[in-house]
Every structure is written in C-alpha cells, then in structure tokens.
C-alpha cells in the first residue's frame, strides 16, 4: 500500500530527508548538517550550501528511506520544501523531488519551511489538534501564530528586524562564540547570572517584537570591557542577553494567547529548543529537541494535510526565496 510520504528539506544549511507515515509517525529522519563547512565563515555561504546539498541529497534519501524499511514504491507522495530559504539550496530538493516523483509516477507537495515547523506539532506520538497559539521562532522567522486548522495559519505578529535565532546568532558572534551561537549562548549561560546586565526589551506596538536594539546593547556592552574582563563575565552577558530575548518571546506569546482565547500555547523552531525558553514556558507544547532544528519529518507531516500535484503539473514549481 502506498501510504507512506517522503520529506525533502534543503532550504538552508542541513540537507534533510524523511518517511513519515499517515499517523504522523516518523520512521525516518536523516539530518546532514554543514555547520561545520560554514562554521568558519561565520554564517552560511549560499553557494557552498548549494554544492553541499548537491552532493548530499541522494545519499540521504537513500538513507532515510532504508532507515525506513521503504522502497520508492511504498512513496505515496513527496513532499518538498518550496521556500522561504536559499534558492539555490531550495532547487536542489526541489529538483530531487521532482526527479523522483517523476520516476516513481508520485504526485509531490510543495511545502512552505514554516509551515513546516509548525506541522512538526501534529506528529506522534501525541499530535495537537489545533486551535492553538504558536510562536515560530528561527533563524530567518520570528512569527506569533493563530492556527485555526492543520493547513496553514493567520500572522497576528512577526520580527520588525532580526529573528529570534538571528539575535542569539548575532549575539554569540559579538560574544566570540562559535556558529550557529543559539546553542552556545544556552550552555554558556547555564554558568552565568541572568540579572547581571540590565538588557533592553524593545517594546513595538501591537504583537510585533524587535530585537535589533538589543543586539546593539550587547554590542556596547562588550566594547566596555577589556579582554580580560569580557572572558571573566562572557557567561554573565550570555545569560543576560538569553534573558532579555526569552522575556520578549514569552511575554509576546502569552499576550496573543490572551487576544485568541486560546488555552493551548505551542513553540516551534530552532529557538524552541532553547532551555531557558522551554523552562519559562511549562504549560506550552514543545516538540523534542531533534524537531526544534531544521528537519524533513516536519515537511513530510505538513505534506499529509496540503494538495498534492499530480504529474507534469509539478514540473513546472519553482522555489521562493522569501514569504
Ligand atoms: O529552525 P532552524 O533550524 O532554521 C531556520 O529555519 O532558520 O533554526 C536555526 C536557529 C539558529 O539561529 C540557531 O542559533 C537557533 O535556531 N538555535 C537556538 C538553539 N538551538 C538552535 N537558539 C537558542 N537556543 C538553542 N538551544
Ligand atoms: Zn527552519
């Protein structure tokens, strides 16, 4: 029986495949992450991405789909991401995708990447039904959320500027961290004290958040200090800064829950793995940490509630490289 859908990912700097079933269980998950390749350059380098993807694409179908127990005959469709993300790096999913519907007669799903994270929530084991109110938070998005039904939903606030992930991004460079810094400045500030530096939190009208000021006060924050000093207090202004952007998310969530009445609240995105975001949040619905990043389960499980196009329609599908 041809139930199962394949996930294709390669929006950014990890090239992803995976088989989920109808249920939303995950057989497979294959995450290829660059990091390290862009590590160096500090941010991820399109063409670089581009060439990796190109290389990377087949094997890691190939193993999510022996992961799987699956052959390409068992694909009842393939769902793929469109955008928003790199072009390039887009187009080499798409085209696999494409490629492999084609050969196996599999009518495909183009996949918006946010939808995709927000999909990751109606997997099992214990899938949400909506209505609820999400905060999608990543390194190019920062959204709050009204999900009315399982196929999309309404933007009641977004980032006037940097995402949430950008800023810890952005932040743990200033900090001379590695990349990407989300995940450093966590365990950094696990040995600082978060009310050691008073960092601002943009205050914007309505459910939109800002983070650039912040940024620029960690930034002066720095200069202030010596080399010497900054290595003494950099797990201080790692908790801080984390502090000041979790306090924004929440508060932020919490006031769009109150205007959609909502009872259930939910994070998503690179940034919902953050631990002190998770701990600040008890009552919001999280997804486990290997969901959190850039994945394909998430694009497979969007791919079971959207249209599928049939053959040649699909051919012509292009990549978009913002919302
Ligand atoms: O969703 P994602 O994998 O990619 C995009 O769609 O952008 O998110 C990546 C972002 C990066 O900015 C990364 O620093 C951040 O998620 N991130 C974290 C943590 N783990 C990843 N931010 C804060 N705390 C973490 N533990
Ligand atoms: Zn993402």
Known sequence: MRELVLGIETSCDETAAAV?????????????????????YGGVVPEIASRRHLEL???????????????LGDIGRIGVTQGPGLVGALLVGLSAAK????AGGIPLVPVDHLRGHVATLYLAPDPLAPPFTCLLASGGHTLVLSVRDRTGYDVLGSTLDDAAGEAFDKG??????????????????????PEAFSFPVARVPGHDLSFSGLKTALLYA??????????????????????????????????AARETGDGTIAVVGGVSANSELRAALPDARFVPLSLCTDNAAMIASAARFARSIESPGYLGLDAYASV
């Open 20 to 40: 989920v079933d109808h249920d939303g269980i995950v057989l497979s998950s294959i995450v290829a992450s660059q990091a390290d390749l862009h590590a160096r």
């Open 57 to 71: 694409v087949a094997p890691v179908i190939r193993a999510a789909l022996e992961d799987a127990s699956a052959e």
């Open 99 to 102: 490629a492999l519907a084609w």
């Open 222 to 255: 720095v200069r202030d200090l010596s080399e010497a000093e900054l290595a003494v207090r950099r797990a201080d202004l790692a908790a801080s800064y984390q502090r000041a952007i979790v306090r924004a998310l929440v508060g932020r969530l919490h006031a």
């Open 172 to 193: 743990a460079r200033l900090l001379g961290l590695g990349y990407p810094g989300g995940a450093e400045i966590d365990r950094l500030a696990r040995e600082g004290d």
